[in-house]
């Protein structure tokens, strides 16, 4: 059995030059992960910044969009942050094990029987059914906690949340002094769409439940919402995906730092010649002598097999600096690049490759599979050595 290499994160180290490592050690994984955490510190402040005097809460759900919760919230936790938002209590109590005093929400709500699991961890549940409510009015009833939750109101999503109608009937109960909410909160369905006409709707619909519930702290604006206007900051934003270097201005210049780099080691470099093909399939013919590297990272990884198939933007990787094709069917845990204009030097077995970084963006590489950064970044980090390190 492997050695698995954890590194234990605490609210008081400091993490100034130092690189530490989890997961696979290296000799025993395919592929190399490196996550710059003063990046993502630094698109924090940015963030921020220009939301002030709002609050930049970080949402941290899915492993910190497979950064590592632990690494991560301690990071902006020492530098400053002070809520954070997951999807489940189990990512709520990694968060709390590394910022004990921070403000944790739960973006997924209660399953029934678990409202103790909140009390237990001091983390804050969002609420968004009647149902939900009234079995966390019972616990806090039965128990005396006030931890305080939050309300999730539908404006347009469609997905979570009470609807507006339901918001009106919850009024004399929120007139109560112990009601115990906390915040109330929407999401926007379109806000990476700048011109689409639900933002409006929805930033309108969110103005009229803050003066419903005038005194409770506000929440609507995710990444992508930050950016349609002030109007949409109220007391706090929710900075998810720009944290981790997606760029929440799509069509415009990316005001975020990158934050992670994949590279991908070199098992065997072979010689084709014209003619002869590679891979599952046979869909990739050598059309010239060639030499083709065999990497060690498959959609086993979280690298998606449609990734040679896409036509506008296909797959590269940066091999000796040059940027090669990535060719033949994408199998379980390999992949093969064409290096046949690389230097024979500049590629050896046990080398490695880049994947991600450098001049292949997130957005390059959400491209090539045809789906979204956020898909991209929560699911790279399955096997590979993660590296954490502080400019």
Not at 165 to 174: M, N
Not at 218 to 232: E, K, P, Q, R, V
Request: net charge positive; proline share 5%; with cysteine.
């Amino acid at each position: 059995m492997a050695v698995v290499q954890q590194v234990h994160y605490k609210p008081s180290e400091r993490a100034d030059t130092a690189l530490t490592t989890s997961g696979p050690p290296e000799l025993e994984s395919g592929g190399v992960l490196t996550i710059n955490l003063r990046a993502i510190e630094a698109n924090w402040r940015t963030l921020a910044g220009y939301v002030s005097p709002s609050e930049c809460a970080a949402v941290v759900k899915a492993d910190a969009y497979g950064c590592g919760i632990e690494p991560v919230t301690a990071m902006l936790s020492r530098n400053g942050c002070r809520t954070f938002f997951v999807a489940h209590p189990s990512e709520a109590r990694r968060v709390r094990a590394v910022a004990p005093a921070s403000t944790i929400y739960v973006l997924n709500g209660i399953v029934p029987g678990a409202a103790a699991l909140f009390a237990a961890i001091d983390a804050r549940p969002v609420i968004g059914n009647l149902a939900e409510l009234a079995e966390w009015d019972a616990f806090t009833s039965a128990t005396g906690w006030r931890g305080g939750a939050a309300l999730h109101f539908d404006t347009g999503m469609r997905r979570l949340g009470l609807s507006v109608a339901e918001a009106a009937a919850l009024l004399p109960r929120v007139n109560k002094p112990d009601h115990g909410v906390t915040l109330i909160m929407s999401h926007f369905a379109c806000a990476e769409d700048r011109e689409h006409p639900l933002n409006t709707r929805q930033t309108e619909l969110f103005r009229e439940l803050r003066m419903m519930y005038r005194g409770i702290p506000a929440s609507l604006a995710n990444s992508y919402g930050i950016f349609l206007g002030a109007g949409t900051h109220c007391d706090m934003v929710r900075a998810g995906a720009a944290l981790y270097g997606i760029n929440p201005t799509p069509g415009r210049n990316n005001p975020m730092r990158p934050t992670v780099e994949l590279a991908g080691r070199i098992v065997q470099i072979n010689t084709l010649a014209r003619g002869e093909t590679i891979g599952y399939g046979a869909t990739w013919t050598a059309k010239q002598p060639s030499r083709v590297a065999i990497v060690s990272v498959g959609y086993a990884d979280g690298y998606m097999r449609g990734a040679t198939a896409a036509k506008e933007r296909p797959a590269q990787a940066i091999v000796a600096g040059l940027r090669c094709a990535l060719v033949g069917r994408i199998s379980m845990d390999l992949l093969a690049v064409d290096i046949t204009a690389v230097p024979v030097t500049g590629a050896r077995r046990g080398g490695f490759v880049t994947l991600l970084g450098g001049e292949i963006g997130v957005e390059d590489l959400a491209a090539s599979f045809g789906t979204i950064g956020y898909e991209v970044l929560t699911n790279l980090g399955r096997r590979h050595t993660r590296k954490y390190h502080v400019e």
